[in-house]
């Protein structure tokens, strides 16, 4: 049974860094950042496939997050620099994904989320 946890959020100031990470109990394949904003619905943000280590990012977070993950150490990163106040989210690790961002179909594996607050 997969079980998928995710650490490393916390409150930061506008241009800083963080870095989350998820740790997975199973094999999971094609994972997924997503995130969830107050008010809003949920989006995927970063991607990366489990055929080719291909990446995938939203436009909003190009060039600032990078995901990554650690297939001996079964764990998925997702490295978030010069953050903003519209990143301000909670932010869900998920796997069994369809490939890339592709949200017409949901994942299959969730965690429970944690939060990340950027404020200016």
């Known amino acids: 049974q997969v079980q998928l946890v995710e650490t490393g959020g916390g409150s930061v100031q506008a241009g800083g860094s963080l870095r989350l990470s998820c740790a997975a109990s199973?094999?999971?394949?094609?994972m997924r950042w997503y995130r969830q904003a107050q008010g809003k619905q949920r989006e995927p943000v970063a991607a990366?496939?489990?055929?080719?280590?291909?990446?995938f990012y939203t436009d909003s977070v190009k060039g600032r997050f990078t995901i990554s993950q650690d297939a001996a150490k079964n764990t998925l990163s997702l490295q978030m620099n010069s953050l903003n106040p519209e990143d301000t989210a909670k932010y869900y690790c998920?796997?069994?994904?369809?490939?890339?961002?592709?949200?017409?179909?949901?994942?299959?594996?969730w965690g429970r989320g944690t939060q990340v607050t950027v404020s200016s």
């Open positions: 990366i496939a489990t055929v080719d280590g291909s990446t």
């Open positions: 199973g094999n999971v394949m094609n």
């Open positions: 998920a796997g069994n994904c369809p490939y890339g961002l592709d949200d017409r179909y949901r994942c299959t594996y």
